[in-house]
């Protein structure tokens, strides 16, 4: 997808995160409390990204979930704060989403801690 289409569709918040590895303000995004079944997509591409199967309470104030689906994001690592973190980013359309750690849940152990603004969820139907 060209710059265009992209920046036509988003908001100004969701530009700055998507390309500029931006961060929202932890516990603003409504689907932090979103516990209905479904799924989650990347607000640039669409692509799907996460089953709700895999979303926790992880207390950071971002959605959280401790598994993506197979071979969605690419993931490098980053020094904006200081010390190392591992972003991830939406590996069709090279949309920032967050950061995943190592302290999460089993079966996996990963803590996927995604923008909400990010994201897009699609209840099951
Ligand atoms: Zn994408």
Known sequence: ????????????????????????????????NEKREGSYHCVGCGTKLFDSSTKYESGSGWPSFFKSLPDVFEEKTDMHIGYPRTEYHCKKCGGHHGHVFEDGPKPTGKRYCNNGVCLVFKPKS
Do not use: V
């Not at 289409?5 to 303000?25: A, F, H, K, M, V």
């Open 1 to 32: 997808m060209s710059n265009k289409d992209w920046d036509s569709n988003l908001t100004p918040e969701q530009n700055y995160i998507l390309r500029q590895e931006g961060t929202e303000s932890p516990g603003s995004s409504p689907l932090n």
